[in-house]
């Protein structure tokens, strides 16, 4: 049972080009989320899907795309990346909603962009 | 737009003490506020959480308190010992149970 993983752990973009974070977890749980960690500002949700097919908005969207074709599976995608993306990203799962269910954390990628 | 914050921001202590982090929220309509712990390199475990009925919870050396109408919360950990070095964020989540909107964190470090 691994729980939350994240891939890449660690990535160097330059500006402009594109790239995909893959999120998978193995607790069949409905709901999962990306968030984005920066120094002195907490986590900050950027998008979440409450189940299979459905994705919605966080509090920072613009610039990331997300999709949740397999359950397990929530990727995030930058089409074009700007330094101001450069950041620790989180993802999150849970079997409900943030009031009612413990979020499970993955280890996080820490991404680059020059 | 509900803020979190969190006072320290850094703390260092000698191994033994006990200790309050704090934790504090613009908007008092919250359904529940949750404490993580962040080990360096990690992602966030959860600690403790706290039902808006509720005042406080405690697990072992932690405790968490909740004053909901004044829009604060502590978290109290008594005897410190240098395995608890770590950055802890508080989060709350609002009355539509959505999202969790976290502060910040404290980083504290306990010197043997």
């Known amino acids: 049972n691994a729980g939350v993983t994240q891939t890449p752990k660690f990535r160097v973009l330059k500006t402009g080009q594109s790239m995909t974070l893959l999120c998978a977890q193995d607790?069949?749980?409905?709901?999962m989320y990306w968030y984005r960690q920066d120094p002195g500002m907490g986590l900050r949700l950027i998008h979440y899907s409450v189940g299979e097919g459905t994705t919605a908005k966080g509090e920072v969207p613009d610039g990331y795309n997300v999709s949740r074709l397999k359950k397990q599976n929530f990727l995030l995608g930058l089409e074009s990346a700007a330094p101001s993306q450069t950041s620790v990203y989180f993802c999150a799962s849970s079997r409900g909603l943030a009031g009612v269910a413990e979020q499970f954390f993955g280890p996080g990628t820490r991404l680059t962009v020059l | 737009k509900q803020e979190v914050t969190q006072i320290p921001a850094a703390l260092s202590v000698p191994e033994g003490e006990n200790l309050v982090l704090n934790c504090s929220f613009t908007?008092?309509?919250?359904?529940?506020l949750q404490w993580f712990r962040q080990d360096p390199g990690k992602g966030l475990t959860s600690l403790l959480l706290i039902q808006s009925s509720q005042r406080e919870q405690t697990s072992g050396r932690l405790n968490a308190s909740l004053d909901k109408s004044s829009g604060r919360s502590t978290l109290y950990i008594a005897a410190s010992q240098p395995g608890d070095s770590a950055t802890y964020l508080c989060?709350?989540?609002?009355?539509?149970?959505?999202?969790?909107?976290f502060g910040p964190g404290t980083r504290l470090s306990v010197l043997p």
């Open positions: 908007d008092s309509a919250i359904y529940n």
């Open positions: 989060a709350v989540v609002d009355n539509y149970g959505q999202n969790f909107v």
């Open positions: 607790m069949n749980h409905e709901y």
